[in-house]
């Protein structure tokens, strides 16, 4: 785990060699022009001493930081030595390499200046710091590392293949779900709506039939009530024929009586003329 965080940006404690060795080229006065953190006018000259420090006097427009400049340094190795954090800490990484758009990595001079110029200089700079045993123990694992995840990656490779394929057909599988759910609620809503317009037709017919059905009622109890008064008329006519015909069946009856009276009468009259 400890040798994970190294690699993962961790900086490794450096270790004081207990020989040191002159690894600085001797002593050089030089002038470089810089541009940045000031203007480009500012000259700064530097002088590197045989114990490996520097100083550097700068005019106006910035300031030199301490280190070591050869007379065969390239560009790129000025750059990363005059790197500071407080000068430029904050500006972004441009590298000083010569790599060509169309160059590949078939060549070890393409290959050998990305290495050279690709990461920044606060990558660069604790890393030149270390000692050689720091850089072989640093460089056996992280190579170590490397080659360990890679081994593990092409373990997984087949995996991951089959996973992912599983997955797109998975994907593709729940597309046309949701497209035939899609359709689906469509349809549903379609059905829902000529639903609604049925259920409102019904309604609306339901009431017409309710209209005309009370109007039917209303008639009906009109015309009952109108039958109800012409049957008392009817009635009251018919009681008073009746009763006109009983008047006049009982004076038919005494006219008859009165008749057969009358008859008597004269026939005893006849009688009694014959006799006398």
């Not at 940006?9 to 002038?31: A, I, L, M, S, Y």
């Not at 729940?174 to 379609?190: I, Y």
């Not at 018919?238 to 009468?265: C, F, H, N, P, S």
Request: glycine share 8%; proline share 4%.
């Amino acid at each position: 785990m400890r040798r994970r965080r190294n690699l993962l940006g961790e900086r490794p404690q450096v270790v004081k060699p207990t020989n040191p060795t002159q690894v600085d080229p001797p002593t050089h006065n030089v002038q470089v022009t810089s541009v940045v953190g000031g203007s480009a006018d500012s000259t700064c000259k530097e002088t590197t001493t045989s114990a490996g420090g520097s100083v550097a006097a700068c005019g106006a427009g910035g300031s030199m930081p301490q280190s070591s400049i050869g007379p065969k340094d390239t560009v790129g190795d000025i750059y990363y030595k005059t790197y500071t954090e407080e000068a430029r800490g904050d500006a972004p990484h441009q590298a000083s390499w010569g790599l060509k758009q169309k160059d590949m990595f078939l060549e070890f001079g393409a290959c050998r200046d990305w290495f050279s110029n690709s990461f920044p200089p606060g990558e660069v700079n604790p890393q030149r710091a270390r000692t050689h045993d720091g850089l072989y123990h640093a460089y056996a694992v992280g190579e170590a590392n490397v080659r360990s995840a890679n081994h593990q990656i092409v373990r997984e490779w087949r995996t991951m293949v089959k996973e992912r394929a599983e997955w797109e057909k998975y994907h593709d599988r729940l597309v046309r779900q949701v497209k035939d759910f899609e359709k689906a609620k469509a349809s549903f809503a379609e059905e829902k709506a000529k639903f609604e317009s049925d259920r409102k037709s019904e309604e609306w017919g339901r009431e017409i039939l309710r209209g005309k059905l009370r109007a039917a009622e209303d008639l009906l109890a009109k015309e009952r009530a109108e039958w109800k008064k012409i049957c008392e008329k009817d009635n009251q006519r018919m009681y008073a024929a009746r009763a006109k015909i009983t008047d006049l069946e009982a004076q038919v009856a005494d006219l008859k009586g009165k008749v057969e009276d009358g008859q008597t009468d004269r026939e005893r009259v006849k009688v009694r003329s014959v006799l006398s």
